[in-house]
């Protein structure tokens, strides 16, 4: 069975003579546009406002000079590094008949000096000698980045967005809770419905009432956390009627699915659909390189160590994992990864344990990815009977 292709190479051949190639080196305000003309002894270098339109007329200028050299263009090639401006860009080039890549930024080697030179145009010859080195089908040039659709970056934004709402709400509580300590206020909770009723009690240790501005800020604080706590409940009440209003479609069925492992949650499922097991990956080192669950060693001469975690795949994915797996040892005690960890940690080291859990991590990210994308229940793992 032949394995999905991992973008490190291209599979079409190059006819460097019938192949316009370009690169562009992004700003905010502008674009520096690097290419390879067939045809032309120059390689032109050209600098545009950040407008596609701008861009695509500079394409088909380039060319026509190479049809005028005598040269029959078959295939215009275009790649720029991922960043802020995201994929966009590359969807709007392929309707109109561009060939576009959009390039992983840490695949691209670069100088080792300590203090190299850097400018847009060193970067755009550097970028254009990593995608032709590519595009000539050489590995480890480079790597592309798939090119989700519109629908694929907007399935994943409910998902982040409560994972940026959760992460204000902490922020909110640590700072009203800085301030009561601050203070030397015991006893207040500032959970409760109606806690902001409550802060004109409040007395400090010397039995003095809550200076004036400081009240005005906790309440201000505590209707922003009431604002912010209403908002996940939007998202969440929006994910509940998303899944049942098709339960058993495409990503909706895989959320169903890994919800009814003991120890998982619809939050938990949600996020890991959306975004790794949606993905079409090659194999389980692949996923597991994707989380950021691989290791980094250091090894040269007589030399061996491990740096820690690559940490070079999706943050989300790996924090998730990890919280899961300690999850996992508690609600699935019986399960075979559990025994596993608990004879790797029997000397019951702290080191050893939190090693070892990033390991369970990656075990039980491969066991739910095949889960959910073949149906595969491992022996041992609980699930909740089916809704």
Not at 50 to 68: F, I, V
Not at 182 to 207: D, Q, W
Request: hydrophobic residues 40%; proline residues 4%.
């Amino acid at each position: 069975m032949p394995h999905p292709n991992d973008l490190s190479r291209s599979l079409v051949a190059l006819e460097q003579d019938a192949t316009l190639i370009a690169v562009i080196e992004m700003g905010q305000a502008s674009w520096l546009i690097a290419g390879i003309v067939p045809g032309l002894e120059r390689q032109p270098l050209k600098k545009l406002a950040a407008d596609p339109d701008t861009l695509l007329q500079l394409l088909h200028r380039w060319r026509n000079e190479a049809m005028q050299a005598g040269r029959s263009i078959k295939r215009i090639a275009l790649a720029y590094e991922a960043g802020r401006d995201g994929f966009w860009l590359a969807r709007w080039l392929r309707t109109h008949e561009i060939e576009a890549h959009v390039i992983h930024p840490a695949s691209v080697p670069v100088s080792r000096e300590h203090r190299r030179a850097k400018t847009d145009r060193l970067d755009a010859e550097l970028l254009k000698r990593a995608f032709l080195g590519w595009l000539r089908g050489e590995p480890k040039h480079c790597t592309m980045a798939a090119i989700p659709t519109l629908e694929d970056e907007d399935a994943r934004r409910p998902s982040r967005e409560r994972e940026s709402l959760v992460g204000e709400c902490t922020r909110i509580v640590n700072r009203v809770k800085a301030t009561r300590a601050r203070l030397g206020i015991r006893g207040f909770r500032l959970t409760l419905a109606r806690a902001s009723e409550h802060l004109k009690s409040l007395r400090t240790p010397e039995g003095a009432a809550v200076p004036q501005h400081t009240l005005a800020e906790l309440r201000r604080d505590l209707a922003r956390l009431s604002f912010v706590k209403q908002q996940i409940k939007e998202i969440e009440a929006s994910r509940t009627e998303r899944l049942e209003a098709t339960p058993g479609e495409g990503r909706n069925a895989m959320v169903h699915l890994l919800a009814r492992v003991v120890g998982v949650g619809v939050e938990t499922a949600d996020m890991l659909v959306q975004e790794v097991f949606s993905r079409t990956l090659r194999d389980r080192k692949a996923l597991a390189r994707y989380a950021g669950l691989t290791g980094a060693p250091d090894e040269s001469g007589r030399k061996r160590r491990e740096r820690g975690l690559a940490k070079a795949g999706n943050a989300r994915v790996r924090r998730g994992m990890i919280q899961l797996a300690w999850g996992h040892l508690l609600h699935q005690k019986g399960s075979p990864l559990a025994e596993w960890y608990r004879r790797r940690t029997a000397d019951a080291r702290g080191g050893t344990r939190k090693t070892m859990v990033v390991a369970l991590a990656r075990k039980l990210l491969i066991v739910l990815w095949r889960l959910a994308t073949t149906g595969e229940a491992p022996a041992g793992l609980r699930l909740r009977p089916a809704a």
